[in-house]
């Protein structure tokens, strides 16, 4: 996967290299089981071909490592995520209750969120599934660049984390 630009992080209210927000991604990853760690990577890969200017917030929290594409650098304008624990990936969609949803894929209740489960990255291949991401890329209230490439914004850090494994 080609390398996209990165900006400081900021842990524990230190300010790390822009070039090691690649280097952390790895770190956070490696964290998990070889299987999901590859569909980590490879989930990853495939929502920055489909999104290349989306900027990635990145937050290894406690229960789950989360990937969010956004328009801008705040995490309320995020489009959708990768959420990942020791059992798998998932992709969110923070406003999903308002994308229509003729086949049913999206789980959840709540009056914003909804997710899918992705079982493999082919899933992000499915027609159904491109048409959900698509859909939520459209109503953004900030539009995507058309040109351009997004960063990799890594945005907290957490002390302690459920077992990845």
Wanted: glycine share 4%.
């Amino acid at each position: 996967m080609p390398r996209r630009p990165a900006v400081p992080a900021k842990a524990n209210k230190k300010s790390v290299p822009a070039a090691s927000a690649e280097k952390q991604m790895a770190s956070f990853i490696a964290k998990f089981a070889p299987a999901v760690a590859k569909q980590i990577r490879a989930c990853r890969a495939l929502l920055c071909k489909r999104f290349p200017t989306a900027i990635q917030i990145v937050y290894d929290n406690y229960n789950f490592f989360v990937i969010g594409f956004a328009t801008t650098e705040r995490t309320s304008d995020a489009l959708f995520a990768l959420a990942s624990d020791s059992k798998g990936v998932n992709l969110h969609f923070f406003w999903g209750s308002k994308l229509a949803d003729p086949q049913k894929l999206l789980q959840g209740s709540g009056s914003q969120n909804r997710f899918l489960r992705l079982p493999n990255p082919e899933r992000l291949s499915d027609p159904h599934v491109i048409a959900l991401l698509n859909a939520a890329a459209a109503q953004a209230k900030h539009p995507l660049p058309l040109t351009g490439r997004g960063v990799t914004i890594i945005k907290s850090i957490s002390p302690k984390q459920r077992p990845r494994r």
